[in-house]
């Protein structure tokens, strides 16, 4: 029996978003944008993951990333483009995601490899990108010679095509930025301390967002989802999933669960390992 597609982009997403991921937590990440003389962490975070996009200024990057306070994208944008251009930029997050990779895809046969390169990459290429700015940048990318390379980089289109489509169902919910946040936090399955510290967000602007949550049902006095706002998270997890389902359409049933057999067990040794901790504040599930 075939199964849906939303659930087939789901399962897609659990099993590919460790690869994508790993390279955050890794002390390979700070020490490159040192390198590049950057401040630290939090400007190369954004200039790497915007970097396909040219030299943006702040405004439009807030955007991207409504779940980070205005500021924080602020304080990285536009000077990280002093210290290193965008195309400097774009190739030390590929060098940087080879080398974290390299460990755990070292352990997988190559021709399984090769196999799960060209199937993300065909469901990369399935994909629409309107209203996807991250997504269609890196899609824009030119495909490294490096297979550990050609993999981490056809997983971060797909990563970034759900997770514009994420951003697009929380707005569509009447959600803001760190709505959403708190509301993730309130599902109790990571810490408000966690969430807050990882993404800026100061205790007046949480507190005004529980307020607001709670006028509207979706939080109750404890702070954790009512029974409404339960039910809004999972229309958002399902329209997120919809939204999704391109890479689906492009390989099918059979190609996707091909490529979750291979990278599944991949994403597994992350999480083993301690490459990726969990709980973790960016949402990275363990498959």
């Known amino acids: 029996m075939a199964e849906p597609a939303a659930t087939l982009a789901r399962r897609l997403w659990e099993a590919i978003e460790p690869l994508h991921a790993a390279a955050y937590f890794s002390p390979h990440h700070r020490r490159v944008s040192l390198d590049l003389g950057m401040s630290g962490y939090w400007m190369g975070y954004f200039a790497g993951r915007a970097a396909p996009l040219g030299a943006m200024t702040a ?3 807030e955007s991207m990333f409504f779940s980070f306070p205005a500021r924080r994208v602020a304080r990285a944008l536009p000077e990280a483009w002093v210290c290193a251009d965008p195309a400097t930029v774009l190739q030390a997050r590929l060098a940087t995601a080879r080398l974290v990779l390299s460990e755990y895809l070292g352990q997988v046969p190559r021709r399984d490899l090769e196999q799960l390169a060209s199937y993300l990459e065909m469901a990369a290429d399935g994909c629409h990108f ?24 056809a997983a971060t289109v797909l990563r970034e095509h759900r997770g514009d489509g994420h951003v697009i169902a929380c707005v569509h919910a009447g959600l803001r930025g760190i709505d959403a946040v708190v509301a993730h936090a309130a599902t109790g399955t990571v810490t408000r301390e966690i969430m807050q510290h990882n993404r800026g967000w100061t205790d007046e602007e949480w507190e005004t967002s529980e307020r607001r949550l709670r006028a509207g049902g979706v939080i109750d006095v ?34 996707i669960e091909d490529i979750i057999a291979i990278a599944a067990p991949i994403s597994r040794r992350l999480f083993d390992s301690g490459a990726i901790p969990l709980p973790n504040p960016v949402g990275v599930p363990r498959p």
Not at 223 to 239: H, M, P, V
């Open 59 to 61: 405004a439009p990057v």
């Open 130 to 153: 309107a209203g996807r700015p991250l997504a269609a940048g890196w899609s824009r990318v030119t495909r490294p010679d490096d297979l550990t390379a050609q993999v981490w980089l």
């Open 222 to 255: 404890s702070g954790r989802l009512t029974k409404n706002g339960g039910a809004l998270r999972r229309s958002i997890e399902d329209r997120t999933d919809f939204l999704a389902a391109d890479p689906v359409t492009a390989v099918g049933q059979t190609g």
